[in-house]
């Protein structure tokens, strides 16, 4: 398979834009991606166009990509929808290294974005619910899925999950919280630049128990770009970043209790893929829509032993100085979480730290990251991720 490298990256803010459409959010990402690669529309063969909300928010089904494309010139090429909720972009970018490694084409472009704010906010709240199986839904208390987020019922059982077997404590919790919007302050494509102590998240308003909402990601508009290439010329680039590994999987069948669950599946295909191991890695960026999924992720992705997640947290393993840093970039809490562009934003701001080109967020000299994103809930487990292993050559 041919020797696959992100060439260009670009972004949108994160935020709440209810005057702007996809296309308007689509062609700032895209504008961006192909004049870091240096390359104009007409070099592009193909794009992975990724989003979960919109059928739900705008109306717009069936042809996503192909109206957010059209515009900008991206037409007249194979346009591939893809949706797995929080984890299309991540699925959008292991379908576009696929197309590259495969020889089909030597360029393409991975394009995530997603509308998710609505005036009528209850729209948003039952978008969301269809990303888990509609027919079995959560076992959840009174309430729920009114004026939030049904997934916030689960962020708070894998908090207690915890609590009760991993010994993590709310200031622990709130701990790596602060960490992530710390660095949201930092970042100028964050929604939360407001930063915030461990004080602040512990007495900001509680939505499900224990969790503050300080603690789960907002909710985001946004979008995020990616080209990925093969041309030998560009892959000889200083500027190129390598995808070592590229995988994904979904949750195991419920006759086998103790298989890997997606998480860890994904990751340990990656790393078999990439020939390294999570010591190997410099940073990380993972799943975060609360930060109970992102503790959880640290022991999945094979960061962090099950049981350590309280002395990470309290000793500042994750944080810029840690040993293994993670979510720089403020994570899904704090950047945000805009679900079809998330994990192709992920890819833009790890692609930045590995060049040295992060500003104020930059780490000191990272050469490998995994770069890890969920999405849905079937039977209270994650549906799918993805995992990608990305290095400086």
């Known amino acids: 398979m041919s020797k696959v490298v992100v060439s260009g990256v670009g972004m949108s803010p994160f935020g709440k834009f209810l005057d702007r459409s996809m296309k308007d959010l689509g062609k700032v990402a895209v504008d961006a991606a192909l004049a870091d690669a240096g390359i104009g529309v007409e070099d592009v063969q193909a794009m992975f166009f990724s989003n979960a909300l919109a059928g ?20 007249g090429i194979p346009i591939h929808n893809v949706e797995n909720a929080c984890a299309s972009g991540g699925n959008a970018l292991h379908l576009a290294w696929m197309a590259v490694a ?9 394009l995530g974005v997603e509308k998710a704010n609505h005036e009528d906010r209850q729209r948003t709240f039952s978008a969301y619910a269809a990303g888990m199986d509609v027919e079995q839904g959560f076992a959840t208390g009174d309430g729920a899925g009114q004026e939030r987020s049904p997934f916030v019922d689960r962020q708070a059982r894998l908090a207690a999950t915890l609590f009760e077997e991993r010994g993590v404590t709310m200031e622990g919790l709130a701990r790596v919280t602060s960490r992530s919007l710390e660095s949201a302050r930092l970042n100028p494509f964050a929604h939360r630049r407001f930063g915030g102590s461990p004080e602040d998240v512990l007495n900001a308003r509680v939505v499900v128990e224990p969790l503050t909402v300080l603690m789960s990601s907002p909710v985001s508009d946004g979008a995020a770009a990616v080209v990925v290439t093969s041309r030998p010329d560009v892959v000889a680039s200083a500027r190129s970043i390598d995808i070592l590994g590229s995988r994904m999987a979904t ?4 006759d086998q209790p103790d298989a890997p669950n997606a998480v860890e ?8 893929q ?3 191991g999570p010591a190997d890695m410099d940073l990380a960026e993972v799943h975060d829509a609360s930060v109970a999924y992102e503790l959880m992720a640290w022991t999945d992705v094979g960061l962090c032993a099950p049981g350590d997640e309280q002395r990470w947290a309290m000793e500042g393993v994750t944080e810029a100085g840690g040993a293994m840093p993670v979510n720089r970039s403020g994570g899904l809490v704090g950047r945000g979480h805009a679900l079809g562009a998330s994990g192709l934003a992920q890819i833009h701001d790890v692609v930045q730290q590995l060049r040295g080109e992060a500003g104020d967020l930059q780490l000191e000299d990272p050469r490998r990251a995994v770069v890890q994103i969920g999405g849905g809930v079937v039977d209270w487990l994650t549906a799918a ?5 990305l290095a400086k050559g």
């Open 265 to 272: 599946a994904s990751a340990q295909a990656a790393y078999e």
């Open 251 to 254: 949750r195991p069948p419920a």
């Open 385 to 389: 991720s993805s995992v990608h292993i």
């Open 56 to 75: 739900l928010i705008t109306g717009q089904e069936c042809i996503r990509g192909e109206v957010v494309g059209y515009p900008m010139g991206l037409a």
């Open 274 to 276: 990439a020939g390294l």
């Open 102 to 110: 495969s020889g089909m084409y030597d360029t393409v472009l991975a």
